[in-house]
């Protein structure tokens, strides 16, 4: 008892028996997709109450969001006309300290050279040195 097998017969075979194989493997591939999708399914139903939660807090969120933008905005005006108004108050002093300097330490400075002027002609200069008089 002689079989031949031909090569094209062996070919086929073994496309044959890949085939299953590949088949088995994605089989088992779905079965696995199945049982993830299904534990993902129950997840979602376990947590569905914090999900909606979630989702219904969102807009609350972004409320107190655009509250807490507009506070900030007027409160940001507020320190940008304080800033303006300090600004006003130093340029105000440093005009009046110009002025106090200009108008009254400067004549006191000269009046303070004029009495020093006049003290030193009413006062005698004592002379130094290794014979006095």
């Known amino acids: 008892m002689d079989i031949q097998i031909t090569v094209g ?40 109450r914090n999900v909606d939660n979630i ?12 509250q807490i933008t507009e506070s900030i905005n007027e409160e ?20 009046a300290a110009q002025v106090v300097a200009e108008d009254i330490a400067l004549p006191i400075k000269d009046i303070m050279a004029v009495l020093g002027i006049i003290k030193n002609i009413f006062t005698k200069e004592k002379k130094k040195g290794w014979l006095k008089s």
């Open 55 to 66: 989702l219904n807090s969102v807009p609350k969120i972004l409320n107190n969001t655009e």
């Open 76 to 95: 940001m005006q507020h320190v940008s006309q304080a800033v303006k108004a300090i600004e006003e108050t130093v340029e105000y002093t440093a005009s």
């Open 9 to 48: 017969q062996l070919v086929n075979t073994l496309l044959v028996l890949a085939g299953i194989g590949v088949l088995v493997i994605l089989f088992k591939t779905l079965m696995n997709i199945n049982s993830i999708v299904g534990d993902i399914g129950k997840i979602i139903q376990r947590n569905e």
